[in-house]
C-alpha cells in the first residue's frame, strides 16, 4: 500500500525566498510582454522591491527557529538569517550599481553614424534581462546557507550558478573576454557540480540519508563505511571550495571576474562568497564535526595555499580586476579559517567577515567602473596614474576599500581579519595564524602599491578619465563606503549582535 504524505511548508520563513523568486518570475513576464522602452525602470523596479519586501519579511521572522520548514530539507535559525539578510543587503547594493545601464551597453560612441543612431543603438542594446537573472541568483544564494537536505542544496547551487554564467557574458557584444569568462565559467562550474554531485552519492552510500542530520548521526555512530565519508567529504568540498575560489580550484576567478561586467564581477564576487561559505559552514559545523580528524588536516592545507597563493600572485598583477581577483582567493582562504576553527568564535567571526568584506567589495568594483577612455573601463593599473590628483574624491574611496581589505585599523578588513583568526588561535591552529598575519602583510604591499600610484605619481594624459557617476554608482559606493568604516570605527552593535543570534540547529 502506497501512503502519500502532505507536504507542510512554512510560508512565513519561507517567505523571503518566495518573494524573490516571484519578483524574478515577474520580471520574466516583463521581459516577454512589456514594451523595450519600459523595460528598465520596470525592472529596476520590481528588483528593488523584491529584495526590499524580502528584508523586511525576514526582520519580520527574525526570532523564528525551525527545521521543517520545507519537509526537513530547509533549517531556519540564527545563523541562516544572518547569512540571508547579508545576501540582500549586498544585492540591493550590488543591483543600485547594476543599474547603471551604461556597464552593460554597446559603445555607442565608438560606432559609425550620427549622434541619433548612435543614441538609439545604445538604447536598443540595454540588457535588462539581467534583473530577473539576478533575482534567481540570489533566490538560490538564499537557500543555500540554509538547505539541510543535500538534494536541496544542490538544486540551490544550480539554481545560484546557472544565472551568474549567463551574466558574466552580458558584454558579449563589446569584448570577447566577457564571452571566454562565461565559457570557463560554466565550464568549470559544471565539473564542479559533477563533483558535488559524486560527494553526495557516497554520503548517501555510508548514511543511507541525504540530510545533514542523518550524515551527522552516522557519523557519530560510526555505522557507515568510513571510505565513503572521506570521499564524499572530498568530493562534496571540491565544489563548494570551487564557488569560494580556494585554491587548486581558483583557476575561473581571475579570467571571469576580468571578463564579466563589472558590476556583475562585484556582485559575483561579494554575495557568492556569502553563500558559498554559509553552505560550507553548516556543512562541517552541523556534519563533519565529529568526523574533524579526518578533513581538517586538508582543509588546513588548502586554507595556508590559497592565502600564500592569492597574496604572491596578486603583486605580479597589471589588471585591476584581476589584482581583485587574486586578492578574493587570499580572502577564501582567510575565510577558511573559520571553517576550520570550528567554534562559535569561528561561526561569528566567518559572518562578520562575510558580511564586510562584501560591502567592500561592491564599493571597489564601483569605483572601477568610472574611468574609462574613449574605449571604455580602463583597468590597467599603470594608466591609473595620478589618479588622486584628477579626481582626488574617487581615489580617496578606492584607497579606503583597499585599506579595508588590506585589514588596516578604522576599516571594517581589521575587525574581521582579528576576529577570525582570533577564533583560529583559539581552536589551537597555530599555523592558519601564523600564515594569515604573514599573508595580509604581503597583501597590505600591493594594496598600498596601488595607493602609491595614485596618489604620489602625477598624471598622465593618455585619454583615461574618471566619468560623473550615475545616482545609483553615487549611492553605492557612499553607502558601501560608509559601512566600510563605521564596522571599522564602532563594530560592537554588530558583533554582538552576531554573537547573541548565530547558531546553528541539528
Do not use: C
Not at 525592472?43 to 529584495?51: G, S
Not at 535559525?77 to 547594493?93: E, F, P, R, T, Y
Not at 578619465?465 to 553615487?474: C, D, E, F, G
Amino acid at each position: 500500500m502506497i501512503t502519500f504524505i502532505s507536504p507542510t511548508l512554512e510560508y512565513a520563513i519561507l517567505a523571503p525566498m518566495l518573494i524573490v523568486l516571484a519578483g524574478a518570475l515577474i520580471g520574466v513576464l516583463i521581459e516577454a510582454f512589456a514594451p523595450r522602452s519600459a523595460r528598465a525602470n520596470s525592472q529596476l523596479f520590481i528588483t528593488l522591491t523584491a529584495l526590499v519586501l524580502s528584508l523586511a519579511s525576514l526582520i519580520r521572522v527574525r526570532n523564528s527557529a525551525s527545521t521543517t520548514a520545507a519537509m526537513e530539507s530547509v533549517t531556519f535559525d540564527g545563523a541562516g538569517m544572518l547569512l540571508q539578510a547579508s545576501i540582500l543587503v549586498i544585492s540591493i547594493i550590488a543591483v543600485l550599481l547594476l543599474a547603471d545601464q551604461e556597464n552593460f551597453t554597446a559603445l555607442a560612441s565608438a560606432l559609425p553614424g550620427s549622434d541619433e543612431e548612435r543614441a538609439s543603438l545604445q538604447k536598443d542594446l540595454r540588457v535588462t534581462e539581467i534583473y530577473p537573472l539576478t533575482l534567481f541568483a540570489v533566490a538560490g544564494m538564499m537557500l543555500f546557507p540554509v538547505a539541510t537536505d543535500l538534494i536541496t542544496l544542490f538544486v540551490a547551487l544550480e539554481v545560484l550558478s546557472l544565472p551568474l554564467y549567463l551574466l558574466a557574458g552580458l558584454s558579449r557584444r563589446r569584448r570577447l573576454m566577457s564571452q571566454e569568462a562565461a565559457l570557463k565559467y560554466f565550464l568549470l562550474g559544471a565539473f564542479s557540480s559533477a563533483f558535488f554531485l559524486m560527494g553526495i552519492a557516497y554520503l548517501y552510500g555510508y548514511s543511507a540519508s541525504t540530510t545533514l542530520a542523518g550524515i551527522h548521526a552516522a557519523v557519530v555512530g560510526g555505522t557507515g563505511n568510513d571510505i565513503y565519508l572521506l570521499l564524499g567529504i572530498a568530493f562534496l568540498s571540491i565544489g563548494l571550495l570551487f564557488k569560494v575560489g580556494a585554491v587548486p580550484f581558483h583557476a575561473w576567478s581571475p579570467d571571469v571576474y576580468q571578463g564579466a561586467p563589472t558590476a556583475v564581477t562585484a556582485f559575483m564576487a561579494a554575495a557568492t562568497k556569502v553563500a558559498a561559505f554559509g553552505a560550507m559552514l553548516r556543512i562541517f559545523y552541523v556534519s563533519f564535526a565529529e568526523a574533524l580528524y579526518q578533513w581538517r588536516p586538508a582543509l588546513i592545507a588548502i586554507a595556508l595555499i590559497t592565502m600564500v597563493f592569492g597574496s604572491l600572485v596578486a603583486i605580479a598583477q597589471r589588471d585591476v580586476k584581476r589584482m581583485l581577483a587574486y586578492s578574493s582567493i587570499a580572502h577564501a582562504g582567510f575565510l577558511l579559517s573559520g571553517v576550520i576553527a570550528l567554534n562559535k568564535s569561528g561561526l561569528d567571526a566567518s559572518i562578520f567577515y562575510l558580511f564586510a568584506y562584501g560591502v567592500a567589495t561592491v564599493g571597489a568594483f564601483g569605483i572601477v567602473t568610472l574611468v574609462r577612455d574613449s574605449a571604455g573601463e580602463v583597468t590597467d593599473l599603470n594608466r591609473w596614474s595620478g589618479l588622486g590628483k584628477r579626481s582626488p574624491w574617487v581615489a580617496t574611496a578606492f584607497a579606503g576599500f583597499l585599506l579595508a581589505f588590506a585589514g588596516i585599523p578604522l576599516t571594517s578588513g581589521f575587525i574581521g581579519k582579528f576576529s577570525i583568526f582570533s577564533a583560529a588561535y583559539e581552536s589551537g591552529s597555530t599555523a592558519i595564524l601564523i600564515t594569515g598575519v604573514l599573508s595580509s602583510a604581503i597583501a597590505a604591499f600591493f594594496y598600498i602599491r596601488v595607493i602609491v600610484l595614485m596618489f604620489f605619481k602625477d598624471p598622465v594624459e593618455d585619454g583615461t578619465s574618471v566619468v560623473i557617476p550615475s545616482l545609483y554608482t553615487q549611492v553605492t559606493i557612499i553607502v558601501s563606503a560608509v559601512v566600510t568604516f563605521a564596522l571599522g570605527i564602532y563594530p560592537t552593535p554588530l558583533i554582538n549582535f552576531i554573537q547573541s543570534t548565530a547558531s546553528f540547529l541539528r
